[in-house]
């Protein structure tokens, strides 16, 4: 089942009415067609695995309703599409395009990419909790031997627990120590290079103090998924997208709430291209965030 958020769009070249493709199909179809041809495009999004069923009677009665013409110009105009200008595919039974195959897939990948990267900090989670837990109730049942035991074994279990408990502490801190290096390393990515890059292009303006205090463990994770340079991509897309009036968006955002919406600028989100479409644009959230 398709989630309503992934049904806003699906990526592909802003060139591409200058394929050849396209161009042989525009000159026997025109812009008609070439408005058909994505319509068709569209609905294999919608479907699943991407593909149509096209093996019924009624296929091309019902795709000829949505093109508004007859069903046998509907049925020229996909076989055209598919002997001629070689822009889908079918096996008799479904009708496909290979370029939305390969677009989608790696679409796909990243949310699987995503999901197991949370699963992970999930279980990473439910074990911790888990071992406090399991140490509770070795703690609670100690207490209660010691209580019945001579006062000399109980002088020698308190050496025990306190040796094992300055272990456990010490292990701990290293622990805390390591997670703390990693993401140093994020925060200096931010703090130095990344907010000097900001500063420079006058969308908004921060001090170093006022970054470390709105900057939080979920903007550091973003940069360890995404990586340093692809975040930096996406940070001169967005400001394209923001400066260029071609483009359909106007959202003003602070550092740090650009990082919670760097997605949308990703390389493989293709914002040129879809802030290009006014409607399209429109169903981004336009708010301006200082």
């Known amino acids: 089942m398709i989630r309503m958020k992934d049904a ?23 812009w008609e067609g ?11 999004r919608e479907s699943s695995d991407y593909k149509i069923p096209c093996g019924k009677r009624t296929f091309y009665t019902t795709m000829a309703n949505m093109m508004g013409c007859n069903e046998e110009k509907a049925k020229q105009y996909i076989a055209d599409c598919v002997e001629e200008f070689e822009l889908f595919k079918t096996d008799g039974d479904f009708l496909w395009s290979d370029s939305l195959l390969h677009r989608m897939q790696i679409k796909d990948d990243l949310r699987k ?35 019945q035991q001579n006062d000399a074994r109980e002088k020698k279990r308190k050496k025990e627990n306190t040796s094992k408990d300055i272990i456990r502490s010490t292990n701990l801190e290293v622990s805390k120590i390591n997670v703390n ?12 290079g990344f907010l000097e890059k900001w500063n420079t292009l006058n ?31 996406a940070l001169d897309s967005y400001v394209e997208v923001l400066r260029d ?27 040129l291209v879809r802030f290009l479409d006014k409607k399209q644009a429109e169903k981004f959230p336009h708010e301006d965030l200082y």
């Not at 909790?129 to 070795?138: E, G, L, R, S």
């Not at 290096?181 to 994020?186: A, G, V």
């Not at 709105?214 to 360890?224: R, Y």
């Not at 071609?246 to 989100?269: G, H, N």
Request: hydrophobic share 35%.
């Open 245 to 271: 009036k071609k483009y359909y968006y106007d959202s003003i955002f602070t550092l740090w709430r650009f990082l919670e919406k760097v997605e949308d600028f990703l390389p493989e989100a293709k914002p």
């Open 113 to 147: 990419k995503r999901s197991a990267a949370g699963t992970k900090a999930a279980t990473s989670r439910w074990n911790t909790d888990t071992d406090k837990i399991a140490n509770v109730k070795q703690t609670h049942n100690k207490r209660i031997t010691n209580v």
């Open 8 to 30: 806003y769009w699906f990526s592909h070249d802003a060139n591409a009415r200058n394929d050849i493709k396209h161009i042989e199909m525009r000159s026997l179809y025109g």
């Open 34 to 44: 070439y408005g058909w041809y994505w319509m068709i495009v569209e609905l294999m």
């Open 203 to 233: 969308i908004t303006t921060h001090s170093t103090e006022t970054v470390k205090r709105k900057i939080q463990k979920k903007h550091l994770d973003t940069i360890k998924l995404y990586g340093e340079d692809t975040i930096l991509k």
């Open 181 to 192: 290096k990693k993401e140093n390393i994020y925060s200096q990515f931010i703090l130095n």
